[in-house]
């Protein structure tokens, strides 16, 4: 049946929590849905630069959240919404998002919305949150904001989500744009003189964070009168005062990167990066290897072939490469095919465990999360599965833990903070409802690793780093044969020198949480072993050995 033109859709309860909507399709046909009760917008402004929404909705009137989630990422954000008398009403401010006491926009991507029970587990019940068909022609709803354009759009003829777009400008877009960057860049390394200076940049600009953070505090500690530039992505990071961010992939950051008398990265950097004359490259790189890495892989289907040719090329634009620990240093050289200087120092980014200020630290962290004062905290930090993809570098959480049954064990007095892997994608279930507490986007883990009672992880290199507090560590190792078999390899048997004990069920894991102390004293003395051959050196004084290393130029 073809309905006129302006017809306005409608719902009628079915039941406690249904309803039979009568609408119309993008070509003009009359459509019955029978579903869950749902909101439908018919009303919606930008004022003050914040996005006012509101419109008819039968469904429960307590306890409801909107939730906005990623349409790529999986990520959530809940937000507040008032029902009453058949209508619900929710203003996004979608420029300030709190993320643990820090405002910062929304990430780019879609933002989908949808209503949710607030003490609902996941998002299998949700309702999603529609557009009445008469206010389609009204879309795109845009509002120019601070850094970036914020729009209101649909799919699926009704589907409303926000969107959020990017940091960079048109000029800044695109592969071909991007080479032209690349093109300035070279110019200005030729043209420009160096400036005193040192470009930071943490995981591609995901954090303030890591060894780099450590090295930038232990120059301002010394007063060392240098610009510090810190790379940014997409504006979610939060920076000190004195620190002059730019944007990954911009031409403020290019221009900085051939500028700056000292550049400290820890991961692999853009293939055209040449190190210049005069010009420190400092390589601080993330982690103890347990897993192979780099040529290493070589001769299994993890190998990725381009990149490890141009290893060599990579590490002559390093002065030095920073090596955790003995251990490492001899893998780095072989793995990273590393032409550049190793340095012994130890991480920066583990004086941490060291530092005289640790427990004031530690206490503001619990601030910034807001966590209950008397619960014990599970840090919960897994690595990715190459074989669990969306696409390319896009992984799936591969969820084994029996979180219900460990809220139901352990949340009387703990909570479990749980850390995905930056690569890794979807949201957490139970986050938000006091016992699973979703901080993958806090920005520095260090911070975590000072609050946590124990480190629940796998085949991460946070167990190498975790080991300098001398805490108890666990190993949620469900999938040990398959991954070190068939997945990675490891350099070491993690059965025969893991600190802590290698659990396969969640049952196992909830019985050595309540039993740390019987754990602790079992893996002592492989636990100090463990410290003794892969936490040296580890005296609180790293960065300062950097730092040296850098202030007195090249060898």
């Known amino acids: 049946m073809v309905v006129p033109d302006g017809a ?72 507040s919404v008032t029902i009453d008398d058949g209508r619900f009403e929710a203003v996004i401010d979608p420029e300030h998002q709190d993320f643990f006491g820090a405002s910062l926009p929304l990430s780019r991507g879609r933002w989908y919305l949808s209503l949710r029970g607030a003490d609902r587990w996941d998002n299998s019940e949700d309702a999603p949150v529609k557009l009445r068909p008469d206010l389609i022609a009204a879309l795109p709803a845009v509002h120019e904001g601070v850094h970036k354009t914020y729009s209101v759009d649909r799919r699926f003829h009704d589907r409303i989500f926000l969107a959020a777009g990017s940091v960079l400008d048109s000029s800044e877009l695109g592969p071909y744009r991007q080479r032209v960057l690349r093109d300035e860049y070279l110019a200005a390394r030729e043209r420009d003189p160096l400036r005193e200076a040192v470009f930071y940049s943490s995981f591609e600009g995901k954090q303030f964070s890591d060894s780099p ?5 232990e120059l301002v500690r010394r007063g060392v009168d240098v610009e510090h530039i810190w790379t940014i992505r997409d504006r979610q990071v939060v920076l000190p005062q004195r620190v002059t961010a730019v944007e990954y992939g911009s031409r403020e950051w ?110 503001r962290t619990r601030e910034a999360l807001g966590l209950p004062k008397g619960r014990k905290v599970v840090l919960y930090a897994p690595t990715w599965r190459d074989d669990q993809r969306y696409a390319s570098q896009r992984f799936k959480l591969d969820l084994q833990i029996d979180l219900p049954s460990l809220r139901e064990e352990l949340a009387d007095d703990h909570v479990l903070l749980f850390r995905k892997h930056p690569k890794v994608l979807d949201s957490i279930p139970g986050a938000g409802q006091g016992f699973v507490w979703d901080v993958t986007k806090y920005p520095d883990i260090a911070d975590l690793y000072l609050i ?8 991460s290199s946070a167990l190498f ?46 019985k050595a949480i309540r039993d740390l102390d019987t754990v602790a004293e079992q893996y002592q003395e492989r636990y100090e072993e463990f410290v003794r051959d892969f936490c040296d050196p580890s005296d609180g004084r790293a960065a300062e050995r950097v730092v040296d290393r850098m202030l007195n130029g090249r060898g």
């Not at 946590?452 to 085949?459: C, E, F, H, N, R």
């Open 465 to 510: 780093d975790f080991a300098h507090s001398g805490k108890p560590m666990l190993f949620y190792t469900y999938d040990l044969e398959h991954y070190r078999d068939t997945l990675r390899g490891f350099y070491f048997d993690l059965g025969e020198r893991a600190p802590g004990p290698l659990l396969k069920t969640s049952g196992e894991l909830i």
């Open 8 to 79: 306005l859709a409608s719902a009628h309860p079915v039941g406690e929590d249904r309803e039979v909507s009568v609408g119309v399709t993008a070509d003009g046909a009359l459509v019955l849905h029978d579903r869950v009760r749902q909101p439908v917008v018919d009303t919606l402004r930008w004022e003050d630069g914040r996005l006012h929404l509101s419109g008819a909705y039968t469904g429960p009137d307590r306890d409801r959240v909107l939730v906005l989630r990623h349409g790529e990422r999986f990520e959530e954000i809940r937000q």
């Open 213 to 217: 953070r450590a090295v930038y505090e």
């Open 452 to 459: 946590a009672d124990v480190l629940v992880t796998d085949y």
């Open 254 to 363: 290019a221009l900085a990167m051939a500028r700056s008398r000292y550049v400290v990265n820890n991961v692999k950097m853009e293939d055209w990066l040449l190190r210049r004359e005069g010009q420190m490259v400092v390589q601080t790189w993330h982690g103890t290897p347990l897993k192979r890495i780099g040529a290493d892989l070589l001769g299994t289907p993890k190998a990725n072939r381009a990149y490890i040719a141009s290893l060599p090329h990579r590490s002559r634009q390093w002065d030095f490469l920073v090596s955790p620990n003995t251990f490492t240093t001899p893998i780095m050289r072989d793995a990273f095919l590393c032409e550049s200087e190793i340095l012994e120092s130890g991480y920066p980014r583990n004086d941490v465990f060291h530092a005289p200020d640790r427990e004031a630290r530690a206490e």
